[in-house]
């Protein structure tokens, strides 16, 4: 499998900045990276039960991703996350979707929700466009960073990969997700627009958007679905 699949887990990413680009100062970044948050641990994100006052208040005041991913390495991400299924190291939704926010005053908007597909692999070519670097190595992932500036819309035919203790899944960024589930060797495709829960299954419903994906999951795993499969924990 391609390493962007084996990438490191994000559950929070804030980034604050100060600073003038135009004057050539480089921007103070602080980067918050949490383990075992899933997106619906947060107040900001639907909790209930407790509040996150302090990451709720840079929600307000920045821009959060609602379909960002946290690609694991280890497998380690959450159990429970709102109402959707899946707990640690799946590869439904309830293990992979992870809170992300980005907060720069006068930079950034104020209070807007993004619902752009996101991972955590794109974190880095993101942080080399906002600092003027090309990377000497290509990247799996893609820069945002238009997206958080501009409101730029990343294309349809995006998706983001990942792998888990379950199989290998694909969540492309119209909505289609499909997963694989290893232990059958079988396919699960998913509307997340109108079924973000996972309950039905429609791999019989559009076969050929089921092919499109399980194709471009086989190629990702370089030809071998069992590199789709968590080996670290």
Request: positive net charge; hydrophobic residues 35%; charged residues 20%.
């Amino acid at each position: 499998m391609r390493n962007h699949i084996f990438n490191s887990l994000l559950t929070v990413a804030t980034i604050t900045y100060s600073g003038n680009l135009a004057a050539q100062q480089k921007p103070n970044v602080i980067f918050i990276y949490a383990d075992d948050l899933g997106k619906g641990l947060l107040s900001a994100y639907g909790q209930k039960q407790y509040t996150t006052p302090d990451i709720d208040k840079l929600v307000k005041q920045g821009i959060s991703f609602n379909r960002a991913y946290g690609c694991m390495l280890s497998g380690d991400i959450f159990n429970g996350n709102a109402s959707m299924a899946g707990l640690k190291r799946s590869n439904l939704q309830g293990g992979v979707n992870v809170p992300l926010i980005f907060y720069w005053k006068g930079t950034f908007a104020e209070n807007e929700i993004c619902n752009q597909l996101v991972s955590n692999y794109d974190l880095l070519p993101t942080f080399a466009e906002m600092l003027g670097i090309r990377p000497s190595i290509k990247k799996d992932g893609i820069s945002f960073w238009k997206t958080l500036t501009e409101n730029v819309l990343l294309p349809d035919n995006r998706y983001v990969v990942y792998s888990s203790n379950l199989g290998a899944a694909i969540v492309e960024n119209t909505g289609w997700k499909l997963r694989h589930y290893a232990k059958k060797n079988i396919f699960e495709l998913y509307n997340l627009n109108t079924d973000p829960q996972e309950r039905n299954n429609l791999i019989d419903n559009y076969p050929q958007i089921a092919e499109k994906l399980i194709n471009i999951l086989i190629r990702e795993c370089e030809s071998d679905l069992r590199n789709g499969i968590n080996k670290t924990g």
